[in-house]
T-cell receptor
């Protein structure tokens, strides 16, 4: 069973601060996805990282995939109240067909104005 | 707006009721999923349909019965549920389950908030 440990579980910060969310595993993943879920809605895909060492930027969000493809991080610069939500990382196993996504436990982020 | 539509948005049912959750997508996706999500927790996979055939059942109790009438529709039939089954039920679709998911990420609906009394 592949496990993804996500930290921190809860984060409450002031508008304008920076933060980093971590997603770690002892298993290798073929890809890793980050989702954001706002209250009353389903998760929405933010990014998929595939290559070890890959860095992707989405406005103020920076995503990194570890060199060994076992871990990933999400860094938010100058957080805004609109960034509030549940952030989920999800790793895809190495099976060539029909692999399951393994979700991390999630990080509940609250950005206070 | 999400491209995966779930109805109803909210459902309250007694333990002896029979109800159904519905999910529809028109993106031509061939894989559809049911997830259960408790508050502030990640989604837990329940069922996967691939090309209209049930391919994964994550040991879900028989009081939950999935159905895929065609490639665009997915139902979840509920019968004799327990209060602990109260949760957000999410439907998702992806282009193809057989390929790596970075080629076909999950598209989630906004869920049905189910309360069992």
């Amino acid at each position: 069973t592949q496990l993804l440990e996500q930290s921190p579980q809860f984060l409450s910060i002031q508008e304008g601060e920076n933060l980093t969310v971590y997603c770690n595993s002892s298993s290798v993943f073929s890809s890793l996805q980050w989702y954001r879920q706002e209250p009353g809605e389903g998760p929405v895909l933010l990014v998929t990282v595939v290559t070890g060492g890959e860095v992707k930027k989405l406005k103020r969000l920076t995503f990194q995939f570890g060199d060994a493809r076992k871990d990933s991080s999400l860094h938010i610069t100058a957080a805004q109240p609109g960034d509030t939500g549940l952030y989920l990382c999800a790793g895809e196993g190495l099976e060539t067909s029909g692999s399951r996504l393994t979700f991390g436990e999630g990080t509940q982020l609250t950005v206070n104005p | 707006d999400t491209e995966v539509t779930q109805t109803p948005k909210h459902l309250v049912m007694g333990m002896t009721n029979k109800k159904s959750l519905k999910c529809e997508q028109h993106m031509g996706h061939r894989a559809m999923y049911w997830y259960k999500q408790k508050a502030k927790k990640p989604p837990e996979l329940m069922f996967v349909y691939s090309y209209e055939k049930l391919s994964i059942n994550e040991s879900v109790p028989s009081r939950f019965s999935p159905e895929c009438p065609n490639s665009s529709l997915l139902n979840l039939h509920l019968h004799a549920l327990q209060p602990e089954d109260s949760a957000l039920y999410l439907c998702a679709s992806s282009q193809d389950r057989g390929r790596a998911s970075y080629n076909s990420p999950l598209h989630f609906g906004n869920g049905t908030r189910l309360t069992v009394t």
